[in-house]
């Protein structure tokens, strides 16, 4: 339920269509800016911002929510999935690794939304909760696999006198 990915130079008011993206969305850009990569269904894709053929990257177990490439060409990216947390996907085609579960006795309902950390040591990311007054924000360090609550909403009396 996408559209088509389309490339506008900035010296330029006409856009060109990129061929191969009909059902295009969620596009996201590589660190390079070499590459367009976008989702297409439960299937991560890749075209050059030159254009060309489309390069299947990977097969996601939902829907890919927020994808953000890293510098190392791998990709974290969240699903509607609320079983799977993060995924990591190399960019050069692999099986997507886990690397966040939800942890659903405790209220957890998906791990969303990543973004990579200057330096890319980290991730960024939001933990949804059966209720929104408990989600919180993590960090997920890359090379200890441990992710750390870095902020939690509360709701307090002063929030809510209006």
């Known amino acids: 339920s996408g559209g088509r990915l389309v490339l506008r130079r900035f010296d330029r008011i006409d856009a060109a269509p990129i061929a191969g993206t009909t059902s ?3 596009p996201f850009i590589s660190p390079d800016s070499r590459w367009v990569g976008y989702v297409d ?6 075209v050059a911002v030159t254009g060309g053929a489309p390069i299947t990257i990977a097969q996601l177990p939902g829907l890919p929510i927020s994808p953000t490439w890293l510098d190392d060409d791998t990709i974290i990216v969240a699903t509607n999935n609320g079983t799977t947390g993060l995924l990591r996907v ?3 085609g692999a099986e997507p690794e886990v690397l966040t579960t939800v942890d659903r006795a405790h209220g957890e309902r998906g791990h969303l939304f990543p973004s990579v950390l ?3 040591r980290g991730i960024l990311f939001t933990i949804a909760a059966d209720r929104p007054a408990n989600a919180q924000i993590a ?3 890359l090379a200890s696999r441990r992710p750390r609550l870095t902020a939690h909403w509360e709701r307090t009396a002063a929030s809510t006198a209006a």
């Open 24 to 26: 295009a969305s969620g």
């Open 41 to 46: 269904n439960f299937t991560l894709k890749k």
């Open 139 to 141: 960090i997920l360090d």
């Open 118 to 120: 200057p330096g890319g």
């Open 90 to 92: 190399t960019v050069g």
